[in-house]
C-alpha cells in the first residue's frame, strides 16, 4: 500500500526558510555562536560559510520570494539593511578568508556582525514559526 505525501504549503515553506534565516542570523550576529560552530565543525571553515549562507537563503529576487504575512514589513525592512552591510562585506573581504579568529578583528565583518544583531531582533520579535502547520 502506498502512502500519500503531502506537499507542505508555500507558505509553510516560506515559514522554513525564516525559520532558518534566524538560524544563520544568530550565528552571524555572534562572535562566540561563531566560535562555537568552529570548534563543533574544524573541518568547515565558518567565515566562509557565514558569508555565503546568507545568499543561500536570500536570493537577488528575495523581495518577490520573501513576503508577507510570513515575513512583517519590519522584517523585510530589517532584510534590506542586513542585506547592504551583507554586499558590501562580501564585495570587501579578500579571498580566500582568513581564519576565524583573524577575520573577527575586521571592521567589516564586525559591522556585519551587528548589523545580523539588528536584523535579529526584529526576527526575535515574534520568533520562529512552526516549520509544519501554517501561522
Not at 9 to 28: F, P
Not at 109 to 134: H, I, N, T
Request: aromatic fraction near 8%; proline fraction near 5%.
Amino acid at each position: 500500500m502506498s502512502q500519500q505525501t503531502t506537499r507542505p504549503s508555500e507558505r509553510t515553506l516560506l515559514q522554513r526558510v525564516r525559520n532558518q534565516l534566524i538560524d544563520y542570523l544568530e550565528i552571524a550576529a555572534s562572535f562566540q555562536a561563531q566560535q562555537d560552530f568552529q570548534t563543533q565543525a574544524p573541518q568547515t571553515h565558518v567565515a566562509t560559510e557565514v558569508l555565503e549562507q546568507w545568499a543561500d537563503w536570500v536570493s537577488p529576487n528575495w523581495q518577490e520570494e520573501l513576503k508577507a504575512p510570513t515575513f512583517s514589513e519590519q522584517e523585510r525592512s530589517a532584510i534590506t539593511e542586513f542585506q547592504t552591510i551583507w554586499q558590501g562585506t562580501h564585495n570587501t573581504l579578500v579571498r580566500p578568508l582568513p581564519a576565524l579568529e583573524y577575520i573577527q578583528l575586521a571592521p567589516a565583518w564586525q559591522q556585519l556582525r551587528v548589523a545580523a544583531e539588528d536584523c535579529l531582533l526584529v526576527f526575535m520579535l515574534r520568533g520562529k514559526l512552526s516549520d509544519d502547520v501554517e501561522e
